[in-house]
């Protein structure tokens, strides 16, 4: 099987399911809706209780927002799995000469598309609330990316979820229980020179911090006087989450091709 075979093929799974976005409009609304509520919420909740040296929370946030986002729209890639094998899709592909694995290539690839809308109406209301870009455009654009790397990353991950599991329902509620321990034991929301002893580890190692404290630094939202913990991944978080992003996709890649074959074969 060639690597143009599959590259072709899954550009076409990725165009399928990108018009799927614009005929489901509660998809749409979700993909638009949900990162101004976090934003607006967070912002105005937890910024009047939450002082951060050096910087205001706003800037802080940011970052933090931006990372828990990417991890959210990355749970769709197994809610479509789940659902194009509750709905017998998969067993339509089967029956055409594609390559097997296009259907995870193409999948993975079209929910950038989401974290893509996500972060840009993020972008826009946390300029609306008072956040700002003090890094060079090259720099900026290097943050975005880099969420988008660990966004696609993530993306794999909840397919094998996905794959494992077969319903929507549970899937929701097993894909809660990964994101949200990824989500806030990390430095998305605050400083974690607060937590305690065994969280603080947890948090300084958790690949999520990595990425948040590499967002801020690229889009210039740190200051001297903010305190960044000894942990090599926060001393070193652009390096560390390219590494960490590197070692999800090793990982999970073959673990959800192997799984797709399972899963068909039922």
């Keep these: 099987m060639s690597v143009q075979m599959v590259i072709g093929d899954g550009l076409t799974v990725a165009r399928r399911n990108v018009i799927k ?84 290539v193409g999948r993975t690839s079209s929910d950038v598309l989401i974290n893509v809308i996500s972060l840009v109406v993020m972008s826009l209301t946390g300029l609306l609330v008072g956040w700002r870009i003090h890094s060079s455009p090259l720099e900026a654009l290097a943050g975005y990316v880099l969420l988008l790397f660990f966004a696609y990353a993530l993306s794999w991950m909840m397919a094998v979820v996905g794959l494992w599991i077969r319903t929507p329902e549970v899937f929701n509620n097993a894909s809660f229980i990964v994101i949200f321990p990824l989500s806030f034991i990390a430095n998305t929301f605050v400083e974690t020179t607060n937590f305690p002893a065994v969280l603080k580890v947890i948090a300084e190692w958790n690949p999520v911090s990595a990425v948040t404290q590499a967002t801020r630094e690229l889009f210039g939202n740190t200051n001297p006087a903010m305190t960044v913990p000894d942990a090599w991944p926060l001393q070193h978080p652009v390096l560390a989450s390219v590494l960490w992003t590197g070692a999800i996709l090793v990982v999970f890649v073959p673990l959800a091709l192997h799984r797709y074959q399972k899963a068909v074969s039922r």
């Excluded at 967070?42 to 002082?51: E, H, L």
């Design 21 to 104: 976005i614009k005929r489901v409009p509660d998809l749409l609304a979700f993909t638009i809706l949900s990162p101004i509520m976090f934003v607006l919420l967070f912002a105005y909740v937890f910024g009047s209780a939450i002082s951060i040296p050096g910087t205001s929370y706003r800037e802080f946030l940011i970052a933090g927002i931006f990372a828990q986002t990417v991890i959210f729209g990355a749970t769709w890639t197994g809610l479509g799995m789940v659902e194009d094998l509750q709905k017998g899709i998969i067993d339509r592909f089967r029956s055409l000469p594609m390559a097997p694995s296009a259907v995870l």
